[in-house]
């Protein structure tokens, strides 16, 4: 059976990886193309290339997915399925090509939690809940019949990162169950049912990731670890902008100091005034600064009378 893998980011390599230590062949990655990144702005490969380079697989890095070439090329490898770990939105042209169809690993439990964040809304969200899903592509982006899921528990204080080095061991185990699957004809395919409420994961933009201390101390923590550690949840202070990676909850009574405003020892803590209690974060990085602890951002800070 020859595979075609589709995937760009750290989260689809151990999905490539699974499939060719299980010894399938695949036939080529296609991935994005290398992008300009660092202070000389050389070009960088995606993680998807490195590990296919490194094991000697064809690489194809298409610009437009729709060029006459591009598909030609994919055609004349006579692929039997692909298989997309965290690419981007394929045409029909490349999707409906293999034999025995496409499927995508999506990092929610669909159909909650469609776009291009599941890990990041599922925790803003505060869900104590998530998984994994494998479908088969088709025209309406992860609307396609399912073929296999697994869920997991998200840590009450578990952050995206985390959550996400999970879910792609979680994934990519799961990947490997669904061509095993396809290759024994022995699925069992089900409807993406509507279910009463349906929760969408859009992509996260800079104004998502902005700290409104006015909510309860459960949503601004959620916000904090469901953005951590990229893009980062943040907030001004003193003047400068402040990024909060993890923090704690206070919640022994409603701070009487006004929402927004933040108290300190000048030693060991920070805390920030929210509608119902504190949040204290307990990592952080200032605006030009490296990420530390809160004890070591204090003791090179000095506090604004």
């Not at 695949?26 to 960088?44: C, N």
């Not at 578990?158 to 879910?167: C, I, N």
């Not at 959620?222 to 003193?238: D, K």
Request: charged content about 25%.
């Amino acid at each position: 059976m020859k595979i075609i893998f589709l995937g760009t980011p750290d989260f689809a390599v151990p999905s490539l990886e699974i499939l060719l230590r299980a010894g399938y062949d695949i036939t080529a990655v296609i991935t994005a193309p290398d992008k300009p990144a660092g202070r000389g702005m050389h070009l960088h490969p995606s993680a998807v290339k490195k590990y296919a380079v490194a094991h000697g697989l064809k690489v194809l890095q298409p610009d437009k997915l729709k060029n006459e070439n591009f598909l030609a090329d994919l055609k004349s490898l006579q692929p039997d399925l692909a298989v997309v770990v965290a690419f981007r939105k394929l045409p029909e042209a490349v999707w409906a090509m293999p034999r025995l169809g496409t499927f995508n690993l999506h990092a929610s439990l669909l159909p909650q939690y469609r776009g291009a964040a599941p890990i990041n809304w599922a925790i803003i969200n505060g869900e104590t809940e998530t998984g994994a899903t494998t479908f088969f592509l088709t025209h309406e982006i992860d609307t396609g019949k399912i073929i296999m899921q697994r869920k997991t528990e998200i840590g009450a204080e578990e952050t995206a990162g985390e959550l996400h080095d999970r879910l792609k061991v979680i994934g990519a185990e799961l990947v490997l169950q669904t061509v095993r699957q396809i290759e024994n004809y022995s699925l069992k395919l089900s409807e993406q049912l509507s279910p009463a409420e349906l929760k969408k994961a859009p992509k996260i933009f800079t104004e998502d990731c902005r700290i409104d201390f006015s909510k309860s101390v459960d949503e601004v923590f959620n916000l904090i670890r469901g953005v951590s550690p990229y893009p980062a949840a943040f907030t001004s202070f003193q003047g400068t902008m402040l990024k909060i990676f993890r923090c704690r909850k206070i919640m022994d009574a409603p701070p009487a100091a006004a929402v927004g405003s933040f108290s300190t020892d000048g030693k060991s803590y920070l805390r920030f005034a929210c509608r119902d209690g504190w949040i204290e974060a307990t990592e952080l990085q200032a605006e030009g600064k490296k990420k530390m602890s809160t004890e070591e951002f204090l003791r090179g800070y000095r506090m604004k009378s």
